[in-house]
């Protein structure tokens, strides 16, 4: 069967920030996510929630800062195993608000609104003030993004990675550490745009993709790319045309929908979170290939599905490898 197994692994990545040459100065007063925030002195510790926040930290050389994680997708980025084997999980999902409290940290880091937010599921920005703990919200999750709704968010303009590199930079600063994500940043940015000249090159002219992240249940409505998330970005930085119109961070497409789409690739996330049952990959490919619907796609009969790290689809430092994967693999598969 031909699959093609592709791992957004990043070696060392990057984040925005503007020139520093010196140690952050404090206090230090910045605006995050439409909160206001001023640290005297860098946090003493951390709790993370997403694996995005967890593995800038790490990136940044900031590891033994970090007490505790949660909100798995994948496993850890190869460099950082053994660190991370040491340090206490939470939960694989969404941990409780007591578990987070009890660990007394210098600061909650979040991935998500959804989860530390106006109706956040761990607790509000306010409730974690109440106790003391002040919270930061990686900004590529409200950067131009409205996440009142109560789904994954809607976005008004296309996802940057510039959104990205503005959570090293702001880490780096808040961690008294800002000449590691300035050179974090370098790294990344030159990485990106000698990705996006790879890309360039493909020139593809008529092809499409949808990318599955997961189901609720595997025989109903995915959830796939809207067009202006970090799968946008690749797909546009690539010239595939996604076949999903919606605005909304991953939307409920049904499958016939997708059908009639027809889209020329079909990119599956691969992750080990087990929340739901079209978490596991494998089992996206044998529903593609059984129902009657999916099986009848170009993308299925001729084998264009490309299997990619599920934490490269939400926006983390992880992106620019996968852009660099998904160029490398595309011309593969023979598209125009």
């Not at 303009?157 to 300035?182: C, W």
């Not at 970005?233 to 010239?239: R, V």
């Not at 076949?243 to 991953?250: A, K, L, Q």
């Amino acid at each position: 069967m031909f699959v093609r197994f592709l791992t957004a692994a990043l070696l060392c990545a990057t984040g925005f920030a503007p020139p520093v040459t010196a140690g952050a100065q404090y206090p230090l007063k910045l605006q995050n996510c439409g909160v206001d925030l001023t640290f005297d002195q860098a946090p003493d510790s951390a709790v993370t929630l997403g694996q995005a926040a967890t593995e800038i930290l790490y990136s940044l050389g900031l590891a033994e800062k970090v007490t505790a994680t949660s909100v798995w997708f994948t496993e850890v980025l190869p460099e950082f195993r053994d660190t991370n084997a040491g340090i206490e999980r939470l939960a694989d999902n969404d941990p409780s608000f007591e578990s987070v409290v009890a660990r007394k940290p210098g600061l909650v880091a979040a991935q998500y609104e959804w989860h530390v937010g106006p109706q956040g599921i761990v607790a509000t920005r306010e409730q974690f003030a109440d106790v003391g703990i002040p919270t930061y919200v990686l900004p590529a999750d409200c950067w131009h993004k409205d996440n009142a709704s109560g789904s994954d968010g809607t976005r008004s303009t296309m996802f940057e990675m510039q959104s990205v590199y503005a959570g090293v930079s702001e880490l780096g600063r808040i961690f008294d550490v800002p000449e590691r994500a300035e050179a974090l940043v370098a790294q990344l940015q030159a990485r990106e745009a000698a990705a996006s000249d790879k890309a360039k090159a493909l020139n593809l002219q008529d092809a499409s993709a949808v990318f599955w992240f997961s189901s609720a249940e595997m025989d109903v409505d995915p959830y796939v790319a809207g067009r202006k998330g970090p799968p946008g970005y690749l797909m546009a930085k690539l010239g595939l045309r996604n076949i999903v119109e919606s605005d909304e961070e991953w939307p409920a497409i049904s499958w016939e929908t997708i059908a009639r789409a027809n889209p020329s690739i079909i990119v599956i996330a691969r992750m080990d979170r087990r929340r739901y049952e079209a978490d596991d990959h494998e089992k996206k490919i044998a529903f593609l290939k059984s129902d009657p619907v999916t099986r009848q796609m170009d993308a299925v009969e001729n084998d264009r599905i490309v299997i990619l790290d599920a934490h490269a689809m939400d926006p983390s430092i992880r992106n620019i490898a996968a852009l660099e994967t998904l160029a490398a693999a595309l011309p593969v598969l023979g598209l125009r």
